[in-house]
């Protein structure tokens, strides 16, 4: 059988969640013998005629069925009701192990039959199970809206201490989403007895990559060098994001950072008012730039901010890669998507939670340790990079050697933005189709063979998982298979959308200082 997702109906943004999730996908022809090619079938949009047919048909001789509650239409008598879902919380289902909060913030469907995930109301809100003879997952939201929702918002981070670190990003939750997502996937591969395998997201047989952002934020040249050398004696080559202005009488001085990427920040240390005055802002700084002998690959906005306007702007300046906290964080490399637009220009997301972030908490320098230990082994834990970014300015040295520490694990391959960014797009280009046979996978087509560093990430019925080149015969019952990480989701999680008048009060107070910028 093929490992293969059939798509009722074209989707580009299931099109794009399952090239980045890396497994084999297909457009379906209404014709049912097309539907049985399938391990899963994706419900892309409301089941009407022959094609709601088709998909009982499938579930009637043992199929799989992944969409949203709002388009099945009565498939395997599922029905659901209207509700505004705030977001959706895990609290350690160990279905969807990985998955923390989901914010959504949006108008949903519930399944009348949920019995996973909890809504911030404490029902249920995703089904899992049994369906119409074969099994389902049915979410609560609808994929689209979600995945091309554009509004962001403060939002708050977990840790131990009682007061949290905030930062303004998307308010949708992307990478929540594709937890859940490559959850469901593989729990579903596994109820038809199947191993479920995709394309791995990381070079080789790495278990993550690592990398640090600076965004200089007008530091002086001292602290500049001094970040390097930690770095340096870390063995990071990290990403220089520069805010040219104040540097622009020493900008050659930035040659002198070995082995380290340097991207672009804009001009000034503004953005996001005025659309002509960020255009104008972002192309003299990359006019210095290149003047000083750099072609930047990569541009990261002020703030974090990006809208639909700014996504365009930064796809006609040429750029590779864009990292923007208000487009999204915490999940894999990804094109945004806008009314079924898609664009261009990769984005590579971070966790947005900084040392400046802390340092508004008040939290003192053991604290910030803890906090940067604490994610990156929640990160680690759920197959994540480890982006983390810090301002020359903040200094705190030490917790900066506490968070490169963290890069130190096995396994984890140290790269800059750009070369992860110019990998990640030589993993979209491939083609590849998955076949198992018994105890067998083959890869076929494609160049996969050819590109040594693309690997196959399997995981058995039995929760197993392994890294294995697709170059070689893949054999299940001889393949080295061991558990994953642990992933512990914090009892108190809810706390993070609890309201705060303190942080209310420093967000506003952020909020007016941006704006005096």
């Not at 009348?112 to 809504?119: D, F, K, Q």
């Not at 940067?372 to 983390?388: G, H, V």
Request: proline fraction near 6%; hydrophobic fraction near 40%.
């Amino acid at each position: 059988m093929k490992l293969l997702a059939g798509l009722v109906a074209p989707s580009p943004v299931w099109e794009a969640i399952l090239s980045q999730e890396g497994l084999p996908w297909m457009h379906l022809p209404s014709q049912e013998e097309w539907f049985d090619m399938c391990s899963v079938l994706i419900v892309t949009r409301r089941l009407e005629g022959r094609d709601r047919d088709h998909a009982a048909h499938f579930l009637q001789r043992g199929g799989a069925v992944f969409g949203s509650a709002h388009h099945f239409n009565g498939l395997g008598k599922m029905s659901s009701r209207s509700v505004h879902v705030r977001y959706i919380i895990s609290e350690g289902d160990p279905l969807f192990a990985p998955v923390r909060l989901i914010d959504l913030a949006m108008p949903g469907h519930i399944p009348r039959e949920a019995n996973h995930l909890r809504t911030d109301g404490n029902e249920h809100a995703v089904f899992a199970g049994e369906l119409g003879g074969g099994i389902g997952v049915v979410l609560p939201f609808d994929m689209q809206a979600a995945m091309e929702d554009a509004r962001v918002t403060p939002k708050a981070f977990y840790c131990r201490r009682e007061r949290l670190p905030s930062e303004r990003v998307s308010l949708v939750a992307r990478g929540e989403i594709r937890h859940l997502v490559r959850s469901a996937l593989a729990w579903l591969h596994h109820m038809r007895g199947l191993p479920y395998a995709h394309l791995w997201y990381y070079p080789g047989d790495s278990h993550s990559v690592a990398t640090l952002r600076v965004d200089t934020d007008g530091a002086p040249r001292d602290d500049i060098d001094t970040l390097y050398r930690i770095m340096q004696d870390a063995g990071i080559r990290g990403t220089w994001f520069l805010d040219v202005q104040p540097h622009e009488t020493w900008l050659p001085h930035f040659h002198s950072l070995v082995g380290q990427e340097i991207g672009l920040h804009c001009y000034e240390h503004r953005f996001g008012n005025n659309m002509k005055a960020d255009e104008a802002n972002m192309r003299r700084g990359n006019e210095l730039l290149r003047a000083a002998g750099w072609n930047a690959a990569g541009f990261a906005a002020p703030f974090g901010t990006w809208t639909p306007a700014h996504g365009a702007l930064i796809d006609r300046m040429g750029f590779v890669y864009s990292s923007e906290f208000g487009c999204g964080y915490d999940t894999l490399p990804f094109l945004p998507e806008r009314h079924a637009a898609t664009f261009t220009t990769l984005q590579i997301p971070i966790h947005p939670i900084s040392i400046g972030s802390l340092m508004r908490t008040g939290a003192s320098g053991r604290s910030m340790q803890q906090y940067f230990e604490d994610t990156a082994a929640d990160l680690l834990s759920r197959q994540m990079p480890l982006f983390f970014y810090h301002h020359p300015t903040h200094r705190h040295w030490d917790v900066v050697h506490t968070m490169l520490s963290t890069y130190q694990n096995p396994g984890i391959m140290k790269l800059t933005l750009g070369e992860y960014a110019r990998w990640w797009h030589q993993r979209a280009l491939l083609d590849v189709a998955i076949d198992v046979a018994g105890h067998h996978i083959m890869v076929r087509n494609g160049d996969i063979a050819d590109a040594a560093d693309v690997y196959l990430h399997i995981v058995r019925p039995d929760g197993r998982e392994a890294l294995v080149s697709p170059a070689q015969p893949i054999t299940l019952t001889t393949l080295h298979c061991e558990l994953p990480r642990r992933s512990i989701v914090p009892d108190d999680l809810r706390r993070i959308r609890d309201v705060d008048p303190r942080r209310m009060l420093g967000e506003l107070y952020s909020a007016m200082l941006r704006r005096l910028k």
